[in-house]
């Protein structure tokens, strides 16, 4: 028997799981296990592992403190910037009146894989609503397997204090991409 790892990543752990629970069935088969209960066990815990990469996506996406809404993994692309061009992705609709947010033009990268931007919804802007000042669109980008990206996305509804470091976050890279435009200008 294989020598099981006690941490594994979460796509080890269910790779394990399942060829344990193949094997088990393939020496005794389901006739010859006197318990069914081991087995019933086995197949909660590879339901639980299929969860855990979308588990630990929600975790890093969506810290706490924080009000998050709409959270959805996409699975199975090859190009890492398919968030940002596929509309099923990339399109998400206000949590208040359900019309398509209109993203704003600067992307904040926050850490090595997650980026987010403030989202607008052009019905609920200034009417007072837990919206009107805006949505945050978070995105978080993963590649579990080496050659397929996932992408975790959410809506976090920001307070007074997260829309200022946004509004000055935001000034700082405007700020960077013209000072960059100028010093490619002048090579």
């Given at each position: 028997m294989k020598q099981i790892e006690k941490h594994p990543a979460p796509e080890k752990l269910l790779q394990?799981?399942?060829?344990?629970a193949?094997?088990?069935?393939?020496l005794g088969g389901p006739d010859k296990i006197g318990d069914e209960a081991p087995m019933e066990a086995g197949v909660k815990l590879i339901a639980k592992a299929w969860g855990v990469p979308r588990e630990s996506l929600q975790a890093s996406l969506c810290p706490a403190?924080?009000?998050?809404?709409?959270?959805?993994?996409?699975?199975?692309y090859v190009e890492q910037y398919a968030?940002?061009?596929?509309?099923?992705?990339?399109?998400?609709?206000?949590?208040?009146?359900?019309?398509?947010?209109?993203?704003?033009?600067?992307?904040?990268?926050?850490?090595?894989?997650?980026?987010?931007?403030?989202?607008?919804?052009?019905?609920c802007a200034?009417?007072?609503?837990?919206?009107?000042?805006?949505?945050?669109?978070?995105y978080k980008l993963a590649r579990r397997d080496g050659l397929h990206w996932s992408f975790a996305r959410c809506l976090q509804?920001?307070?007074?204090?997260l829309l200022a470091?946004?509004?000055?976050?935001?000034a700082a890279?405007?700020?960077?991409?013209?000072?960059?435009?100028e010093k490619s200008a002048e090579n």
């Amino acid at each position: 028997m294989k020598q099981i790892e006690k941490h594994p990543a979460p796509e080890k752990l269910l790779q394990q799981i399942t060829e344990e629970a193949i094997n088990a069935l393939a020496l005794g088969g389901p006739d010859k296990i006197g318990d069914e209960a081991p087995m019933e066990a086995g197949v909660k815990l590879i339901a639980k592992a299929w969860g855990v990469p979308r588990e630990s996506l929600q975790a890093s996406l969506c810290p706490a403190p924080g009000e998050y809404r709409d959270f959805e993994v996409f699975h199975g692309y090859v190009e890492q910037y398919a968030w940002r061009t596929d509309p099923k992705i990339y399109t998400m609709n206000c949590p208040e009146c359900g019309t398509a947010l209109t993203p704003d033009d600067v992307w904040l990268k926050k850490g090595s894989n997650s980026w987010y931007t403030l989202s607008r919804c052009p019905h609920c802007a200034g009417s007072g609503n837990a919206v009107s000042g805006g949505v945050f669109q978070r995105y978080k980008l993963a590649r579990r397997d080496g050659l397929h990206w996932s992408f975790a996305r959410c809506l976090q509804l920001p307070d007074e204090a997260l829309l200022a470091r946004w509004n000055k976050q935001r000034a700082a890279q405007l700020e960077r991409l013209k000072n960059r435009a100028e010093k490619s200008a002048e090579n």
